[in-house]
C-alpha cells in the first residue's frame, strides 16, 4: 500500500493537515473527512484550493507557519503531515503545536525522509543537513518518532523503508491530559525557538 493512501486511511472526523503543499493529498482521504490545510507558502495555499475545487471537495485552506498553528488547542481528530517535517526549521516545536490541535485520542500520521538505520549514510545525511540543509531548507537526518515519544505520545504503529530512509508514524495523543507535558511554549517563544536546531537524544 503507498505511504500517502495508509496515512490518509487512519485520519477520520476533523483533520488537518501540516505543508499540504499543492493537495496531491486531497484524493487519498475519505469523503466523511472535515479537512483543513496549512501552508506556508501562498502558491501552495492556492494550488490546494485549485485542486480541491477540481475533485469537487470542501476543504479549508490557511496560509500560516506551522511552528504557531492558528487553531486552539484540541480542535482535530487528526493531524496529517506528509513529507513536509522535513522543509520545517525546528521540527520538535511543530510536532509540539501538533499535539496541542489534537484532541484526546486524536491520531498524529507522519511520513518523512529521515535518518537512516545505516550508519555510512546516516553519516553522509548529517554532513548534508549541517552544511547543505540551512540553504536548501531540506533536512534528512532528522528523527521525529523521538519527539513524539518524549512528549509522551503512544505510539501505535511505525514502520521504516528500506534502509530506514522514509518512517512512517501512527502516534496517539493520550486520553488522558497528564500523561503529555505541557510544552508550555508561548507563540513568542515558539518562534524565538523555531530558529533554533531541535534538540535530539542520543537515538543512533
Ligand atoms: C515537500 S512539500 C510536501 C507537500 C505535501 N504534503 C505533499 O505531500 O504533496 C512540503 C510542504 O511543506 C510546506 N512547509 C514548509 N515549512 C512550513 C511551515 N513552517 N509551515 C507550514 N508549511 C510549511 C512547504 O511550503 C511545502 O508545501
Redesign the pocket.
Known sequence: MRA?TRLCQHASGDVL?????????LEHYASEVRLTG????PQ?VEAARLEAQRLGRSIVVVE????VLPFPAETFDGVV????L????NEAI?IEEALRVLRRGGSLLLVDHVASSWWPVRIVQQAMDRMVAPST?EFRARRPIQHIRRLGAEIVESQRSWAGLTEYVWARKPQTAPDLPDPGHSSTERMRL?SEPAEVEDWL
Open positions: 500517502r493537515e501540516i505543508g499540504i503543499g499543492s493537495g496531491e493529498g496549512i501552508d506556508v507558502d501552495a500560516g507557519d506551522a511552528h503531515c506528509f513529507r513536509a522535513c522543509e520545517v526549521a511543530v531548507g523555531k
